[in-house]
């Protein structure tokens, strides 16, 4: 006999599932978005491409806000020019002139150190001091970086990873702003806020595109498709999934699941582009890995977020 307790428990259970499939769907799609977003720089400049990318994908963000009857009016004007100066101009921007010297894989790893950047910004920033555990996963992480950097050994690369990491600073930036936000505002649609952000970021970047010189844009099949599939796939739709997760799921093990990308953009960069890392990338990339599965156990202890739920890539 069916109970109405039983019944709650598998509808819960079905619940969950469909959840993390919505996960593993949006981080397969922003994983192996580092493969596609290393081999579109061949046919345009980093900053046309970037300003494709967050133009269209304001634009559909804002047609999925009308969509989902979601509130349109901008609120906060100052802090949402500074987030999109982090979320898209530094961290976008960054993150794509890091991937047109640097392997996909490596920028990957480096830019998804941003859980580390927030645990050590919200000391001075937000008067959350580091404890237990964090520690660890601190120590982890800078091992990895130095282990990646390799600063004995400066290559080429050298200046394409410093820009990952700052990626991954202004990102960690972004969530903390981002918080300060959420506690001053707790009423704002995460979905307006993330359409308006990126709009206002895309500003500079827009501007940008006339100002430095950069080869004609070769308008390839490849291209068009990978101007979709950033736009439409990775922004609006991943963005859907998301949301959809995160209200079924503890944000701490939404953004754990989520820590799956930077592992597919390595995989896929391994793959496609054979960009095969030497055995101290390798040890570096899971000491990084280690460190913020620590980082994302934790918060879920906490029942806090890790990165409260901004753009990711």
Same mark, same amino acid.
Not at 190 to 216: C, E, H, K, R, Y
């Given at each position: 006999?069916?109970?109405?307790?039983?019944?709650?428990?598998?509808?819960?259970?079905?619940?969950?599932?469909?959840?993390?499939?919505?996960?593993?769907?949006?981080?397969?799609?922003?994983?192996?978005?580092?493969?596609? !977003?290393?081999?579109?720089?061949?046919?345009?400049?980093?900053?046309?491409?970037?300003?494709?990318? +967050?133009?269209?994908?304001?634009?559909?963000?804002?047609?999925?806000? =009308?969509?989902?009857?979601?509130?349109?009016?901008?609120?906060?004007?100052r802090t949402l020019i500074l987030l999109g100066m982090l979320q898209t101009s530094g961290f976008t921007g960054l993150l794509m002139w890091?991937?047109?010297?640097?392997?996909?894989?490596?920028?990957?790893?480096?830019?998804?150190? =941003?859980?580390?950047?927030?645990?050590?910004?919200?000391?001075?920033?937000? *008067?959350?001091?580091?404890? *237990?555990?964090?520690?660890?996963?601190? %120590?982890?992480?800078?091992?990895? =970086?130095?282990?990646?950097?390799?600063?004995?050994?400066?290559?080429?690369?050298?200046?394409? =990873?410093?820009?990952?990491?700052?990626?991954?600073?202004?990102?960690?930036?972004?969530?903390?702003?981002?918080?300060?936000? &959420?506690?001053?505002?707790?009423?704002?649609?995460?979905?307006?806020?993330?359409?308006?952000?990126?709009?206002?970021?895309?500003?500079?970047?827009?501007?940008?595109?006339?100002?430095?010189?950069?080869?004609?844009?070769?308008? +390839?099949?490849?291209?068009? *498709?990978?101007?979709?599939?950033?736009?439409?796939?990775?922004?609006?739709?991943?963005?859907?999934?998301?949301?959809?997760?995160?209200?079924?799921?503890?944000?701490? !093990?939404?953004?754990?699941?989520?820590?799956?990308?930077?592992?597919? *953009?390595?995989?896929?960069?391994?793959?496609?582009? &054979?960009?095969?890392?030497?055995?101290?990338?390798? %040890?570096?990339?899971?000491?990084?890995?280690?460190?913020?599965?620590?980082i994302s156990l934790v918060s879920i202890k906490k029942h806090t977020p890790v990165d409260s739920a901004m753009g990711q890539d």
């Amino acid at each position: 006999m069916v109970t109405a307790n039983n019944y709650k428990v598998v509808m819960h259970k079905n619940i969950t599932i469909k959840a993390f499939i919505a996960l593993f769907v949006l981080t397969v799609f922003w994983g192996y978005n580092w493969v596609v !977003m290393k081999n579109a720089l061949q046919y345009v400049g980093v900053f046309q491409f970037v300003a494709l990318r +967050t133009v269209i994908g304001a634009m559909s963000l804002f047609a999925v806000v =009308m969509l989902l009857r979601k509130p349109f009016r901008i609120q906060h004007i100052r802090t949402l020019i500074l987030l999109g100066m982090l979320q898209t101009s530094g961290f976008t921007g960054l993150l794509m002139w890091a991937l047109v010297e640097g392997g996909a894989g490596k920028t990957a790893v480096l830019t998804y150190t =941003m859980p580390f950047w927030v645990m050590l910004l919200a000391w001075p920033l937000l *008067g959350e001091r580091l404890q *237990g555990w964090q520690w660890l996963a601190a %120590i982890l992480s800078v091992m990895g =970086m130095l282990l990646i950097l390799d600063p004995l050994h400066l290559g080429a690369d050298q200046f394409s =990873m410093l820009l990952a990491m700052l990626s991954g600073v202004s990102w960690a930036l972004a969530v903390i702003v981002a918080k300060k936000l &959420h506690k001053k505002a707790p009423e704002l649609d995460l979905l307006t806020l993330t359409a308006w952000q990126m709009l206002l970021g895309s500003i500079p970047i827009v501007i940008a595109t006339f100002i430095i010189p950069a080869p004609a844009i070769q308008w +390839t099949y490849y291209l068009i *498709g990978a101007v979709v599939y950033n736009a439409l796939i990775c922004n609006a739709l991943a963005w859907l999934l998301w949301l959809y997760a995160l209200q079924r799921l503890q944000a701490g !093990m939404a953004s754990m699941a989520s820590m799956l990308a930077p592992v597919i *953009g390595v995989l896929a960069a391994w793959i496609e582009l &054979h960009e095969i890392p030497d055995a101290g990338e390798l %040890i570096g990339m899971l000491l990084i890995a280690l460190s913020l599965v620590i980082i994302s156990l934790v918060s879920i202890k906490k029942h806090t977020p890790v990165d409260s739920a901004m753009g990711q890539d």
